[in-house]
């Protein structure tokens, strides 16, 4: 079975991000890039399952990212990851979601898999809408929020998280698959692992292989960047007063609640 | 990236939890499966499930360690430098076979016994001792302050012969061998430290490695073991810098946060010079050594200095944090006190500057 991990390479975490006023894009220079946080667990799960599954299972790692990432996806090689592919290519600059989804599918038709596993979220772009605007020009399912995941004869079942609890959903390969944290934690990339990694290839496409015929880019944007605008500064903290400690303890918890962290 | 491992590992695994191991005087065993896992026990060795890594990225590793914890770098030290690499380096092949796998898995937990209670910086006067009978040795004797110890499957012993000093692999099994761990310490306190003692042990005679004789069998070890602690020690240096950098910046006495104080400026930036040196000297001692070109005295060179300077960097980092500096809710006090048994073990700083004086005057200056 071929899984292909979507990974995402974005400005580190902890950076303090700024947007370019005139192109009202993220400054991607100067910070250091690293794997989505949430892609992670992505590659955690496809890692699990490989060894679950064993044979000849593999696990390729697939960005749409500058060249100059090759050595942030050499970390997901030496977590474990067979290979990698690179769609890098000066035209995808200004693609939206939609335009990024339809240049990342022909990648995906090209490379092909039987399963593909996304994370949740970027971490920078936030919108979560890519992994479904891919299994649509895929045409493929989209099992979302999945964790527990148990394949047999290319059948899939996995719990879908919701708020409440969880769905116990089925589906067959090939799909496209998107993880919550509750996989499991990422595990570390060993020695052996990393001084593997530089043994492994990473191949990179350009969109001149793909032979699209949908426009990418800026030019193939379904959206524009209308306005940027700073977060509006934190307004005023809530102050309870509780009479005594197991009062304070409700509120705290009715609070939890009312957020949805309980 | 092995940098990004281990300290990502070290955040995660090591800190939220170092402060009450060392109150506790305590160090999880399973620690030693997840440093295996991660692949850092023997990390330098070749073959026998060891990776092959560089004395650099070995170097780092060491440094990421301890800026943990000494104790930490110590057991990865011992298990790696001292036992794996004396079984690699002096070992029967039957006792690679054995031993070298499952030790840099984390599986089997090796210790390294040379120092005697009478005979620590003279090793060469040590009085445990080995004694043929019929195809069989017997050993006898007390090895003291021996690091992983009391949680070692497997004792390398150095033990005096008619041939001279040679080396054991005894397993903690052998009737007569126990372990006595020492408490009351207040260094390494998240690191075991115990009293060996051998009672006859009865060993066969394949328990010997088969070729060395005389000191150069442990000190080939202990050359290992120190080049390591000239990474870890800034290690612990650079937690220490960083957490007064830290402090000096929100803490406010006289209506200024006192890294506005030229006298805590003064301070850090003198701190901030001997890590940036010591760093850059471990980083070449390093390349010296993936080079061939690292002997005994270039070690001896960074041990030396690189402790000593790690210490004064903890004493200065301290006197920052004021008060604080004397708890563990802050990590300095801890590595302050380590690296008093950094500076003591693996050749004490006067051995070091005694093999420096020699190395320069020509002249020994021991006895
Ligand atoms: C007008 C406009 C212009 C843009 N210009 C650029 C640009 O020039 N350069 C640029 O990098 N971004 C650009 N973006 C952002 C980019 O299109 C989105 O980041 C991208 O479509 C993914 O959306 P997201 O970040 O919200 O991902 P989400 O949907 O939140 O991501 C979910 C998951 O999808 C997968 N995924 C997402 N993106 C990738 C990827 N690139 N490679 C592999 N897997 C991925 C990951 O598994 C991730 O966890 C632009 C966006 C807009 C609206
Ligand atoms: C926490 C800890 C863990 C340890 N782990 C191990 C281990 O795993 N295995 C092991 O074998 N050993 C271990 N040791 C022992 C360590 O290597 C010895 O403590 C060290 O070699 C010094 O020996 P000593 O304590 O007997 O001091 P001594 O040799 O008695 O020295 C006392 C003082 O005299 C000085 N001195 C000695 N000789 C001279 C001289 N000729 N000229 C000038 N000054 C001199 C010393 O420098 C020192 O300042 C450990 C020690 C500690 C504290």
Redesign the pocket.
């Known amino acids: 079975m071929k899984i292909v991990v979507t990974v995402k390479l974005v400005p580190d975490t902890n950076a303090v991000k700024r947007i370019d006023p005139a192109t009202k894009r993220l400054v991607r220079t100067g910070v250091e890039t690293v794997i989505n946080p949430f892609d992670e667990y992505a590659i955690e799960a496809a890692l699990a399952l490989k060894e679950k599954l064993g044979g000849d299972t593999t696990v390729t790692i697939f960005t749409m990212a500058a060249e100059s990432g090759k050595e942030v996806v050499r970390k997901a090689l030496a977590m474990g990851a067979d290979d990698a592919v690179m769609l890098s290519d000066a035209g995808l600059e200004g693609s939206d979601v939609w335009a990024s989804a339809y240049a990342m599918a022909q990648a995906l038709k090209k490379i092909g898999f039987d399963l593909i596993i996304c994370g949740a979220l970027a971490e920078d772009g936030n919108t979560g809408g890519l992994p479904n605007a891919l299994s649509e020009y895929l045409g493929v399912p989209a099992l979302t929020n999945a964790r527990h995941i148990e394949i047999s004869d290319a059948k899939v079942k996995a719990q879908r998280e919701t708020d409440s609890g969880y769905q116990v959903v089925t589906g067959a390969l090939p799909m496209l698959m998107t993880v919550t944290m509750a996989v499991g934690e990422p595990r570390y990339a060993s020695l052996k692992g990393i001084m593997g990694a530089k043994r492994k290839t990473t191949a990179v496409m350009a969109l001149s292989e793909l032979g699209l015929e949908k426009a990418v880019g800026t030019g193939g944007a379904k959206t524009e960047v209308v306005e940027i605008a700073a977060r509006p500064a934190r307004g005023k903290a809530r102050v309870e007063e509780a009479a005594d400690g197991p009062a304070g303890a409700k509120i705290i918890f009715d609070f939890l609640k009312e957020r949805k962290l309980l | 990236m092995i940098r990004d491992t281990v300290r990502a590992f070290v955040t995660d695994q090591i800190l939220p939890r170092i402060g009450d191991w060392f109150e506790q005087g305590f160090l999880p065993k399973e620690l030693a499966r997840n440093l295996g896992g991660l692949g850092l026990l023997g990390m330098h060795l070749s073959g026998y499930g060891c990776p092959g890594a560089s004395a650099v990225a070995y170097g780092l590793a060491c440094m990421e360690l301890e800026a943990g914890d000494s104790g930490v770098r110590?057991f990865a030290s011992?298990q790696g430098s001292?036992a794996m690499f004396a079984i690699h380096r002096w070992g029967s092949e039957e006792q690679k076979q054995q031993w070298l796998a499952p030790m840099a898995a984390g599986e089997k937990i090796g210790?390294?016994?040379?120092?005697e209670?009478d005979?620590?910086?003279?090793?060469a006067g040590m009085r445990t001792s080995a004694r043929r009978d019929g195809g069989d040795w017997i050993l006898n004797g007390t090895?003291?302050?021996?690091?992983?110890?009391g949680i070692a499957d497997v004792a390398v012993i150095w033990a005096m012969t008619d041939e001279g000093i040679r080396g054991f692999c005894v397993p903690a099994q052998t009737k007569g061998f126990t372990a006595n761990d020492i408490e009351r310490?207040l260094?390494?306190r998240a690191?075991i430290?115990s009293e060996l003692v051998l009672h006859d042990c009865r060993l066969p005679a394949d328990a010997a490695f088969p070729e060395v004789h005389g000191l150069k069998g442990p000190l080939a070890c202990l050359n290992e073991a120190r080049y390591g602690i000239i990474w870890g020690s800034m290690g612990a240096a650079r937690t220490c810098y960083e957490t007064a950098l830290d402090y000096a910046k929100t803490r406010v006495q006289f209506d200024r946060p006192i890294a506005a104080f030229q006298l805590t400026q003064q301070k850090l930036v003198d701190m901030l010079l001997e890590l940036g040196k010591g760093t850059l000297l471990a980083l070449h001692i390093g390349r010296m050594k993936d080079g061939g070109r690292a002997a005994p005295d270039h070690v001896s060179f960074g041990k030396l200095n690189n402790v000593r300077e790690a210490l004064q960097i903890a004493r200065e980092a301290r006197t920052i944090l004021g008060a604080n500096g004397v708890t563990l809710e802050y990590p300095v006090i801890r590595h302050m006190n380590n690296l008093e048994?950094v500076l003591?073990?693996?050749?004490?700083?006067?051995?070091h500057t005694?093999i420096l004086g020699q190395a320069i005057t020509g002249k020994p200056?021991?006895?």
Do not use: D
């Open positions: 110590s011992v001292l210790c390294f016994g040379l120092t209670a005979f620590g910086s003279n090793p090895k003291m302050w021996i690091t992983n110890g310490k260094s390494l690191s430290t048994s003591t073990y693996e050749g004490t700083s006067e051995i005694l200056a021991f006895t």
